[in-house]
């Protein structure tokens, strides 16, 4: 259901987490919300999201989930249309009649705006449709690469947010930002809706996390060694990782199930090895 894996273990972020759940309660209300989350590489946004959704899948909502990247930055409307499932083959006849319309203007939609425009337009009136149909949730992921016709139509929805019962949802990495999705991010904050910004995980959450990838606290070599990933989820669980590893392969012995289980592997490594922690 989601494209990203939930860690085993979830630290913290109650208050970015209870935004999110605000634009979740606002949705089973009946009524729309928008969020913006927004932080470095690493930092947990898409995580976040998917905790925060983590609830809704038995609810019957109709959930989307598109993910932008550098490759279809420049194919127009590319990942609204997976975030909405539009395809020629999709079950759904909503979904497939927007998909032959787009077809349709596909080579309007290459060459000049207005057919693009009504390639945006073609999304939105799904949208409406979607959303008077069943609550709808959307999340474009790594915003910060979609299209510019993607940026358009979520620009768009979030302006008429009020108006449908949709949860929109946008990760977004802080910089640098193209001047588009600056301007969607400055509308977004002049009309009050919700901006989270993650920020480092706290040395209390490090802590807990190192806690729960290895089964016992870190002692003080250990903490001065996580402090190197600046309360960075990405590269704790990676230095975390790689310490295992280097142990794995130290201990050829240990090495498979070191390897296997790199919390355990770690936990030995701190008990036997502390000077090659050290240089870690
Ligand atoms: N609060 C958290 N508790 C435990 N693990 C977390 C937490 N937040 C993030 N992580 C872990 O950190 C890693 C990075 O998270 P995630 O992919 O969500 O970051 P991101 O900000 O979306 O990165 P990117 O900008 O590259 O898309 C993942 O392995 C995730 O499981
Ligand atoms: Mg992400």
Same mark, same amino acid.
């Given at each position: ?11 913290? !972020? ?22 913006? #989350? ?11 999201? #998917? ?12 959930i ?9 930055? !420049? ?27 787009? !077809? ?6 290459f060459?000049?705006g ?7 337009e ?14 709808? #949730? ?52 002049? !009309? ?13 959450? #490090? ?73 870690g």
């Amino acid at each position: 259901m989601w494209p990203i894996d939930r860690p085993p273990k979830w630290v913290d !972020r109650s208050r970015e987490l209870a935004t999110l759940h605000a634009g979740i309660e606002a949705l089973r209300q009946g009524g729309g919300a928008a969020v913006w #989350v927004e932080g470095e590489p690493g930092i947990g946004k898409s995580s976040l999201v #998917v905790e925060a959704l983590a609830g809704t899948s038995e609810l019957g909502w109709d959930i989307g989930w598109g993910i932008a990247d550098q490759l279809t930055e !420049r194919l127009p409307l590319s990942v609204m249309q997976d975030c909405l499932q539009v395809r020629l083959s999709s079950p759904d006849p909503r979904r497939a009649h927007a998909a032959g319309l787009l !077809r349709s203007q596909r080579l309007g939609l290459f060459t000049n705006g207005d057919a693009s425009a009504s390639g945006v337009e073609v999304l939105m009136a799904l949208t409406d449709e979607l959303c008077a149909a069943a609550p709808t #949730v959307m999340v474009i992921d790594d915003l910060q690469w979609a299209d510019d016709a993607s940026l358009l139509v979520w620009h768009q929805l979030a302006a008429s947010i009020d108006q449908l019962r949709l949860l929109l949802i946008a990760t977004c990495r802080s910089d640098p930002r193209r001047p588009e999705v600056q301007q969607v991010r400055a509308s977004l904050a002049r !009309r009050g809706r919700a901006l989270v910004t993650l920020g480092p995980l706290t040395e209390a959450d #490090v802590a807990d996390l190192v806690t729960a990838m290895l089964g016992t606290p870190p002692e003080d070599t250990l903490r001065q060694l996580t402090a190197q990933a600046a309360g960075n989820p990405l590269y704790l669980r990676e230095l975390v990782d790689s310490l295992a590893r280097e142990r794995a392969q130290a201990s050829p012995i240990g090495g498979v199930s070191a390897a296997h289980e790199p919390a355990a592997g770690l936990a030995g490594c701190r008990a036997e090895r502390p000077a090659q922690l050290r240089l870690g």
